[in-house]
Antibody, heavy 124, light 111 residues
Framework: QEQLVQSGAEVKKPGASVRVSCEAS????????IHWVRQAPGQGLEWMGW????????NYAQKFQGRVTMTRDTSIKTSYMELSRLRSDDTAVYYC?????????????????WGQGTMVIVSS | QSVLTQPPSASGTPGQRVTISCSGS????????VHWYQQLPGTAPKLLIY???QRPSGVPDRFSGSKSGTSASLAISGLRSEDEADYYC????????????FGTGTKVTAL
């Protein structure tokens, strides 16, 4: 079935970088944009940006520009999100999610397949 | 702070109808489709409603969405205990350099 499988939990020190992976299976990897969303403990959802796996084009939320980099490796159907200069308030669960197309029609920003989430803890 | 405002909580007895509001502006809800997600404790969000009022395959018809002007609503008819979860609205915002925004979230409780 269509799924996204993310890498395991990470513990990092302030100032370090973290890279989270998101492997796609069961569908055409290059046919759907991948978005990254994070959720701090007890908080709501926060969109970080997207990557087009076919072209490599990206768009980042202004809040994360300069600190986030989204890349992909089409040979292994995997997207990556790297966040640098980590701070304690970057502690969160990070999700990747896929754009939803209804009968090949773009739905305007609905995400239908989500990864299981990756916990990133930033602590000295 | 999110540009989409939801009530922090909503509740009802089993079988009741519960409605959650999502208030935005002309640059987001007023000009784009609204989507709704359900997040059960400890799990990833699940798409519940897309294009403001459409249900993905497998979502019970107890869930319905609507949009009017700069506000949107999610209704749960015939509330069940398994509907206890956090619910988020989401939409693209045209005024914020291509920013996708989530609502503040609403926790639904079955009394």
């Amino acid at each position: 079935q269509e799924q996204l499988v993310q890498s395991g939990a990470e513990v990092k020190k302030p100032g370090a970088s973290v890279r989270v992976s998101c492997e796609a299976s069961g569908y055409s990897f290059t046919g759907y944009d991948i978005h990254w969303v994070r959720q701090a403990p007890g908080q709501g959802l926060e969109w970080m940006g997207w990557i087009n796996p076919k072209s490599g084009d990206t768009n980042y939320a202004q809040k994360f520009q300069g600190r986030v980099t989204m890349t992909r490796d089409t040979s292994i159907k995997t997207s990556y999100m790297e966040l640098s200069r980590l701070r304690s308030d970057d502690t969160a669960v990070y999700y990747c999610a896929r754009d939803f197309y209804d009968s090949n029609s773009y739905t305007g920003g609905a995400f239908d397949v989500w990864g299981q989430g990756t916990m990133v803890i930033v602590s000295s | 702070q999110s540009v989409l405002t939801q009530p922090p909580s909503a509740s009802g007895t089993p079988g009741q109808r519960v409605t959650i509001s999502c208030s935005g502006s002309s640059s987001n809800i007023g000009s784009n489709y609204v989507h709704w997600y359900q997040q059960l404790p400890g799990t990833a969000p699940k798409l519940l409603i897309y294009r403001s009022d459409q249900r993905p395959s497998g979502v019970p018809d107890r869930f319905s969405g609507s949009k009017s002007g700069t506000s949107a609503s999610l209704a749960i008819s015939g509330l069940r205990s398994e509907d206890e979860a956090d619910y988020y609205c989401a939409v693209w915002d045209d005024s914020l350099s291509g920013l996708y925004v989530f609502g503040t979230g609403t926790k639904v409780t079955a009394l």
